[in-house]
T-cell receptor, first 110, second 113 residues
């Protein structure tokens, strides 16, 4: 099955770019996702990328996928204090089950 | 539609008691998932339904856990004889068929004392 790993913590200044990294093991995952979780809340789907794509851009978010290295990243441009949250990378397994990493805590300093 | 709804948001129970949580998915979504999230970890898959059929259960789902979706709409997750290790956030998600997008509810935070 899929195993997903993420860096645990990232601190950036407001206005800078944030880059959150993720590695996964199962190359058969057809889709890879980024979810955001604010304190005490559920998960919000931010964006996802199909495994045959290298890049996807959605407003301030850019997802890069390196299939050879099984590496996924999420770049947030012009990071704001409201972006402070936990970000989860997830791969899609057979049966539409999501396999999540442990999450990266993003702290944005004003 | 206001999205996936879970009830209650918080539940404190004594060890050994039974608890039941409810999830109302987005109305046209035929797939419903339960996940469990412990502190400092990502969500882990527990089980999922397509309409009223429970298609898969994780090994995490012990005999004390049972989930139902009787009419293919809302779902309940019951935990019998709760243990302290059951303390976690229980998340419900729904999707439309083979859709790539699963939408999560706010979760039910269970504390077993």
């Amino acid at each position: 099955g899929e195993d997903v790993e993420q860096s645990l913590f990232l601190s950036v200044r407001e206005g800078d770019s944030s880059v959150i990294n993720c590695t996964y093991t199962d190359s058969s995952s057809t889709y890879l996702y980024w979810y955001k979780q604010e304190p005490g809340a559920g998960l919000q789907l931010l964006t996802y990328i199909f495994s045959n794509m290298d890049m996807k851009q959605d407003q301030r978010l850019t997802v890069l996928l390196n299939k050879k290295d099984k590496h996924l990243s999420l770049r947030i441009a012009d990071t704001q204090t409201g972006d402070s949250a936990i970000y989860f990378c997830a791969g899609l397994e057979y049966g539409n089950k999501l396999v999540f990493g442990a999450g990266t805590i993003l702290r944005v300093k004003s | 539609d206001t999205g996936v709804s879970q009830d209650p948001r918080h539940k404190i129970t004594k060890r050994g008691q039974n608890v039941t949580f409810r999830c109302d998915p987005i109305s046209e979504h035929n797939r419903l998932y339960w996940y469990r999230q412990t502190l400092g970890q990502g969500p882990e898959f527990l089980t999922y339904f397509q309409n009223e059929a429970q298609l898969e259960k994780s090994r995490l789902l012990s005999d004390r856990f049972s989930a139902e979706r009787p009419k293919g709409s809302f779902s309940t997750l019951e935990i019998q004889r709760t243990e302290q290790g059951d303390s976690a956030m229980y998340l419900c998600a729904s999707s439309l068929g083979e859709s790539t997008e699963a939408f999560f509810g706010q979760g039910t935070r269970l504390t077993v004392v």
